[in-house]
């Protein structure tokens, strides 16, 4: 078990859950392009994945979560600033510090793919897990985890002795083709119960409340594949 930054993780030469799901939806040439395997590989950042990160960096940072309204007046005074001021050229930008990580909330358009958000994370960025995102992403990241921290579920988990948050397992799982296959998997918490076991925790959300809806979810996502893992993952729809 390791404590690695995304970056790293999505680098690593195993096989994950996000690559099986790739394999089985788009087939294994699709899946080879995007591995670590592949040497000309260049994993471009997408919406999803930096949204992804937010959203379980906020899981692990309650005091940054409660604070959103401050975070609001923050933005907002920025703005207004840079509307005052006729002759930057600098798009507004805040920061956002976390325990392991800086989130910075910046207006550069509305695409990734632009000049603009590449020379704000040039600017401001130190590596690791350090992302920019829009104030609509954060603020809705906000509000699915402040969702989740009144789930019933997640508040009897919270209850537990807390190991770590937001750690890699890399472990060599047999098959019957093979004698050893590397493999990973990136889980948001590990806890311990009273009685001395261990409960590996992945929190997802679901936008629908319904069976039908989440159960969708959770096959798309590819999170029925875990129990190849051998590993229990509580997944909580919100």
């Not at 690559?19 to 592949?38: C, E, H």
């Not at 309650?62 to 005074?77: G, K, R, T």
């Not at 000049?115 to 960025?125: D, G, L, S």
């Not at 098959?175 to 990973?184: F, I, N, Q």
Request: glycine fraction near 4%; charge should be negative.
């Amino acid at each position: 078990m390791e404590k690695v930054s995304n970056v790293d993780y999505h680098y690593q030469k195993r096989i994950s859950r996000s690559l099986i799901v790739k394999v089985r939806d788009d087939g294994v040439i699709p899946a080879w392009r995007s591995s670590p395997w592949n040497p000309e590989c260049n994993k471009s950042e997408t919406d999803a994945l930096v949204f992804g990160n937010l959203y379980h960096s906020l899981i692990n940072n309650p005091d940054v979560v409660s604070d959103f309204e401050n975070a609001e007046i923050l933005w907002e005074n920025e703005k207004a600033r840079f509307a005052a001021d006729k002759n930057t050229k600098d798009k507004p930008v805040i920061q956002i510090q976390l325990a392991e990580s800086v989130v910075y909330i910046a207006d550069f358009g509305l695409t990734r793919k632009n000049k603009e958000y590449e020379k704000i994370k040039a600017r401001f960025t130190m590596g690791g897990d350090d992302i920019v995102v829009l104030w609509d992403e954060y603020k809705l990241a906000v509000e699915m985890v402040r969702a989740l921290f009144t789930h019933p579920v997640y508040q009897a988990y919270s209850q537990m002795e807390k190991i770590v948050d937001e750690f890699s397992i890399y472990f060599d799982n047999k098959s019957v083709m093979y004698d050893e296959v590397s493999c990973m998997l990136r889980a948001d918490r590990l806890l311990k119960t009273a009685d001395g076991k261990y409960i590996i925790i992945e929190w997802k959300s679901c936008r629908e409340t319904s069976l039908r809806a989440q159960s969708y979810v959770g096959i798309k996502k590819g999170y029925d594949i875990f129990y190849s893992f051998l590993f229990y993952i509580f997944i909580i729809y919100i």
